[in-house]
């Protein structure tokens, strides 16, 4: 005997409480205060729901060439994170490019990940990690217009849960 | 769903029954001690898609449920090197531009060789296209399942 037939139509109308490392604790609300097990197969149990991040849509933007610009601006209020940036390069030519993350102007001083490397001839450049975008912007500079195009991976922090 | 064998940190009390008293955490109360849950793992999604001379979709999600794309490999079983394309798009029509330039671009793969890439790029409403120079490309996919 169990508490519920469906596990997922369950999980989908219960409380949940939000806990660390993003793992949700799923269990019966009794009396508004506390979360008791669910019966489930004639045992008590309790239940976790591994849940991820919530991720941005982001398409390939263009990095220009004639001075640095945004890529990736900073949320309006706190924090995101940037895992994954794939700059490709579409000709048939080495392309020099620089990565910034800076707040208000894009310098040698706040570069990472590249700073004037070249992505190959019809190469892909990759850098993966954990940036965190607030208040500062993601910039990008290439060597050459129309050569550089980049798909910038964006999430909210690891214990944002939706 | 698969399950597994979790301690959570809490109160034990009245002798051996599996199930401890509750324990407050943060102004709500867990209750705790060793139990048996089951954890929800995430949906994988994994397939080989043939590379035509066209531009065609081969892989995406739609906003509603959307997929992390994990791995790429672009394969080359023929004899001599190809090149391909990828674009990343908004829908499942169309024909990429350089500007929907997305991982690879012209990118030649050796006779008996491949291309391949690791990382994590949400598919939210985003389709992968792809184009070869000539046939017997194959793209493998591998993506997971996230929140929508």
Not at chain 2, 19 to 36: F, H, I, L, N
Not at chain 2, 70 to 99: H, I, K, Y
Request: with cysteine.
């Amino acid at each position: 005997m169990s508490d519920f037939g469906s596990f997922e139509d369950f999980i989908a109308r219960t409380p949940k409480a939000v806990l660390p490392e993003s793992v949700l604790l799923l269990g019966y609300y009794k009396d508004g205060t506390r979360y008791v097990p669910f019966l489930l197969d004639g045992d008590n149990r309790l239940v976790m729901q591994f849940v991820t991040p919530q991720y941005y849509a982001r398409s390939p933007k263009v990095i220009i060439s004639a001075s640095a610009g945004i890529l990736e601006n900073a949320p309006a209020s706190g924090t995101k994170v940037i895992t994954n940036i794939n700059v490709v390069n579409v000709t048939a030519n080495p392309v020099t490019l620089k990565l910034h993350i800076a707040e208000e102007e894009a310098t040698d001083y706040n570069v990472f990940g590249i700073c004037g490397g070249e992505v190959a001839a019809n190469g892909l450049f990759q850098w993966e990690g954990e940036l965190v975008l607030g208040p500062e912007a993601l910039w990008g500079q290439a060597g050459t217009a129309s050569a550089l195009y980049a798909t910038v991976t964006v999430r909210d922090e690891r214990d944002t849960v939706r | 769903m698969s399950r597994l064998i979790a301690r959570l940190l809490g109160r034990r009390f009245d002798g051996d029954k599996s199930v401890d008293a509750a324990v407050k955490v943060d102004g709500t109360y867990y209750t705790a001690g060793k139990m048996q849950v089951a954890e929800l793992r995430k949906r994988y999604y994994s397939a080989p898609y043939i590379i035509t001379t066209s531009w065609a979709y081969k892989y995406g999600a739609q906003a509603a449920s959307p997929m992390l794309l994990r791995r790429l490999e672009v394969l080359n079983p023929t004899a001599g090197a190809l090149t391909f394309q990828l674009a990343l798009m908004t829908a499942t029509t169309g024909t990429p531009t350089t500007s929907k330039a997305f991982l690879a671009w012209d990118t030649s793969v050796g006779a008996a060789d491949l291309w391949s890439w690791e990382g994590e790029i949400p598919l939210i409403g985003r389709w992968i296209h792809a184009k070869a120079s000539g046939s017997g490309l194959v793209l493998l996919v591998v993506a997971e399942e996230i929140d929508a």
